[in-house]
């Protein structure tokens, strides 16, 4: 009796603070809090379940305990420019753990004879190990391709017939659970489950092969709230009220942040899920006269730079990859110093994943006032003296406006065209992820540095520090 | 007429959840905080959705809850393996959660 209110009482403490944690995420100077609140919460609910009677061998407690600290710890002390991959791999073990759990439930129900498997709480069961494994193998995936393991492909894999495949393996794992749930006790439901279990686990890997790396936002996002709901699966089956709010605020974060990715794509989720985008179209390439890009050296590009009064530096993927956020402050804190306004234009989908380029800017010390978002830069785009897109190509390319047959088109994007100058730095001459050519990059007023960013921008640094050289 | 009907609807209910579990007050916690969910995370900086991810990610490690009591629990061996699993995954996601979450809120600065 008093242990049963210990763990309603619990859920409630834990459920609040939740809340409160998530609350003051809605600003950069009480987030802090939220980590302390979240942590709290956590300690709770942990304790609180821990010292129930049910709870009697305690030494494998302990060990899985110890080696998730073991194993957290440096996973939490990775370089920023990898947390896209260590998001997906915690999405990957929350959907391990709903799975298993799921999985240990029905077959400890069925061995009690299956007295405990009413039809709700088997379909809860099923429903969570079917969101909890294939979040488990498709986050799994994800995470091959952002770290660029070899043997994961990172270009979409697709072939005739994809979509009719995944559909019907999704199909059929979940008629196999419909089955199930009808008939908790039968005597081929127990390998019906596994085959369910299975199911899932492949689905999850074929989701994600036709999915490329501009998608990722959105693909991430997904996962994080199947992860979510997995946990809401796991509060049924159980009577846990905590792990149904908890999950629920996980699988509402995940969402409203895949409709943002997706509405800064101009995309569906079934779209991006099914929509193989990323394949390079070959009809896309732009008609008319074919025009070439202008070079500019470095010294002429610092010259650009510091004749200007207002730059807006546009970071994309590129600049993560090289690494070049340092060197991006130096760049900052020369121009400023010289009393030229410099802004970061952020686009929602620029990285792999929601927010990845303010948190790349934020570590090498640039003040978050400086990070504006696209809708807010745009009107301003037409008073920039200098535009430097830094590793950026897809979000903005002018093509979105208007070219209806590129995989692009209705895309909003950052009007760099606009500015008087623009200056790109690009590592290749290869069209961007989407395979379409960049026609901002031939305009009258752009002009080009080839190489990789971090040694542009070391490069330019160095022309601000000879100082007295230029004018 | 109508008040007789809702009186065997009623009647109807309490019958169906003299089960273990009360699914209708669970859907409808579970509405409830979604809606609540919504109308938190709508409001997050924009500035803040990475960090947010792996705030939530390690909320939704809750699932160490019923990892413990299936790990804990005089259960057959199999079983407790597959929760001693589950609970290492969800206490790795607790603890590099809430600790990456803060070395990156720690960054934004004025």
Known sequence: MIFSAIGQLAAIVATSLFILALNWMNDPKTARRGVIAGVAGMLVAVLATWVQPLIVHHGWIVLAIAAGFVVGVPLSLVPLTAVPQRTALSHAFGGLAAGL??????????G???????????????AEVILGFLTFTGSLMATGKLQEVKWIPQRPVTYPGQNFV????????IALGAMVTANPTAPWASQAFLAVAALSLLFGVL????IGGADMPTVISILNSYAGLSAVAMGFALNNKLLVTAGALDGSSGLI?????????????????FGAFGQVKVGAQAT????SWKQETVEGAAQLLEQARLVVIIPGYGMAVAQAQHKVRELYDALTKRGITVKFAIHPVAGRMPGHMNVLLAEADIPYTALVEMDEINPEMPQVDVALVLGANDVVNPAARYAKQTPIY???????????????VKRSKNPGFAGIDNELYVQDNTWMLFGDAKAVLGELVKQFSAGSGLH | MIASAVQAAAAQATANSTGSTDYWSMLFVFVL???????VIRRVSRLLYTPLMSLTNAISAIAVVGSLVVTGADYPRVIRILGAVALFASMTNIVSGFLITDRMLKMFKK
């Open chain 1, 166 to 173: 995944n559909i019907g393996v999704l199909v059929i794992a």
């Open chain 1, 410 to 424: 209705g895309m909003p994007i950052i009007d760099a065209d606009k500015a008087h100058t623009v200056l790109a």
């Open chain 1, 288 to 291: 008319g006269e074919q025009k």
């Open chain 2, 33 to 39: 905080a979604t809606f609540i969910g919504l109308g």
């Open chain 1, 112 to 126: 009690e004879g299956g007295g405990q498997l009413t039809h709700f709480r088997t379909a809860a069961l099923t």
């Open chain 1, 207 to 210: 989701l994600i092969i036709p």
């Open chain 1, 257 to 273: 942040l895949s409709i943002i990715m997706c509405r800064a794509m101009n995309r569906s989720f079934v779209n991006v899920l």
């Open chain 1, 101 to 110: 759990v799921g999985t240990a439930e029905f077959f400890l129900g069925l």
